[in-house]
T-cell receptor
Framework: DTEVTQTPKHLVMGMTNKKSLKCEQH?????MYWYKQKAKKPPELMFV???????INESVPSRFSPECPNSSLLNLHLHALQPEDSALYLC???????????????FGPGTRLTVL | QKEVEQNSGPLSVPEGAIASLNCTYS??????FFWYRQYSGKSPELIMS????GDKEDGRFTAQLNKASQYVSLLIRDSQPSDSATYLC????????FGTGTRLQVFP
């Protein structure tokens, strides 16, 4: 089973709202990722958690705050977002072998975020 | 920083033909490559991974890797309209840096 789940599927929020995106996997993977994808562009990496510790932050604005409560869960807390943050937010997980060739990432279905 | 280049397309092929998708990369240290398929509005789905020079076949899909030329390709035989999607190439190694993707259109 290579399933990564994400909730909610769609989210509409105002610029003053606080919301959270949730990602879950039960494959025993130890690395989890957040990507942002704008229309007609490839996914862009935001954060990487490895063994529940933040290992990569791709200079993401502080209005995006990731959290990894345990090895199966990954959250993305959103606060004071801008309309240009509207995008598809993708979560992925992998075994967590880092730079080794076999570390394959599996993606969840994504959350479509609209910021008004 | 890994850089990956793909022709954005669209690549249009008739049903039943072979579709050839190409990807070049700049990091000579890249050891593995992944091809993902992404339907419009959906998330990327893994199609193939390849680690060694040469060809790797899986059903109608064949990935080809040439590390000396820093080139990786994906061939889709007997293309079907359901193959119409964007195909993303990415070198492996922790951080996936995707190419821009090639949009494939298979017409009946």
């Amino acid at each position: 089973d290579t399933e990564v789940t994400q909730t909610p599927k769609h989210l509409v929020m105002g610029m003053t709202n606080k919301k959270s995106l949730k990602c879950e996997q039960h494959m025993g993977h130890r690395a989890m990722y957040w990507y942002k994808q704008k229309a007609k562009k490839p996914p862009e990496l935001m954060f990487v958690y490895s063994y529940e510790k933040l290992s990569i932050n791709e200079s993401v604005p502080s209005r995006f705050s990731p959290e990894c409560p345990n090895s199966s869960l990954l959250n993305l807390h959103l606060h004071a977002l801008q309309p240009e943050d509207s995008a598809l937010y993708l979560c992925a997980s992998s075994q967590g072998q880092g730079a080794t060739a076999v570390d394959t990432q599996y993606f969840g279905p994504g959350t479509r975020l609209t910021v008004l | 920083q890994k850089e990956v280049e793909q022709n954005s397309g669209p690549l249009s092929v008739p049903e039943g033909a072979i579709a050839s998708l190409n990807c070049t990369y700049s990091d000579r240290g890249s050891q593995s490559f992944f091809w993902y398929r992404q339907y419009s509005g959906k998330s990327p789905e893994l199609i193939m991974s390849i680690y060694s020079n040469g060809d790797k076949e899986d059903g109608r899909f064949t990935a080809q890797l040439n590390k000396a030329s820093q080139y990786v390709s994906l061939l889709i035989r007997d293309s079907q309209p359901s193959d119409s999607a964007t195909y993303l190439c990415a070198p492996g190694g922790g951080k996936l840096i995707f190419g821009t993707g090639t949009r494939l259109q298979v017409f009946p």
